[in-house]
């Protein structure tokens, strides 16, 4: 039995939504990411050590990230896309290299789990859990 066509397809502008906001984040442009999240976006971001709560929360941690760290790429390792009505749960692993403090690219290892919300415009994301994996010995 095929899969309906209408949720391979929003299963496709989800995972093209999670490219764009790495995209983003390696072009620095912050106006792609403030529009990549609701503004009641709810969640925790890397070293995050109390619940996000709202867009103005998320972005001053945006921010931090775009003034220290220097993207270079990424590679999505994993995604699984689950459907629920209009409201995804979205798990992923990948990778993201940036500049090291030596001026070297150094790899850091991501896992996620995002919440997507159908909204008029398409697909956003409007809550997430992403954590650094441990260093590779």
Same mark, same amino acid.
């Given at each position: 039995? $095929? ?5 391979r397809?929003?299963?496709e502008?989800i #995972? ?5 906001? !790495?995209?983003? =984040?390696?072009r620095? *442009?912050?106006?792609?990411i403030?529009t ?5 976006w709810?969640? !925790?971001? +890397?070293?995050s050590?109390?619940l #996000?709560?709202?867009?103005d929360? =998320?972005m001053e @941690? ?9 993207g270079?790429? /990424? $590679?999505?390792?994993? #995604? *699984?896309v689950?459907? /629920? &009505?209009? +409201?995804? #749960? +979205?798990?992923?692993v990948a990778d =993201? ?8 690219e150094e790899?850091?290892?991501?896992r996620?789990v995002?919440? =997507?919300?159908? $909204?008029? &415009?398409?697909?956003n994301?409007? &809550?997430s @859990? ?5 260093? $590779? @010995?």
């Amino acid at each position: 039995m $095929e899969p309906d066509p209408r949720r391979r397809a929003d299963r496709e502008e989800i #995972v093209a939504h999670i490219h764009g906001l !790495f995209q983003a =984040y390696i072009r620095l *442009d912050r106006e792609a990411i403030r529009t990549g999240h609701t503004d009641d976006w709810r969640g !925790f971001q +890397v070293r995050s050590t109390k619940l #996000v709560r709202g867009i103005d929360a =998320y972005m001053e @941690n945006a921010d931090r990230i775009l003034q220290t760290l220097r993207g270079r790429r /990424y $590679e999505l390792l994993d #995604v *699984d896309v689950h459907l /629920y &009505g209009d +409201v995804a #749960v +979205v798990y992923y692993v990948a990778d =993201y290299w940036i500049d090291g403090p030596d001026g070297k690219e150094e790899r850091l290892g991501l896992r996620s789990v995002d919440i =997507y919300r159908r $909204e008029p &415009g398409g697909w956003n994301q409007c &809550g997430s @859990n992403i954590c650094a994996l441990p260093a $590779e @010995n």
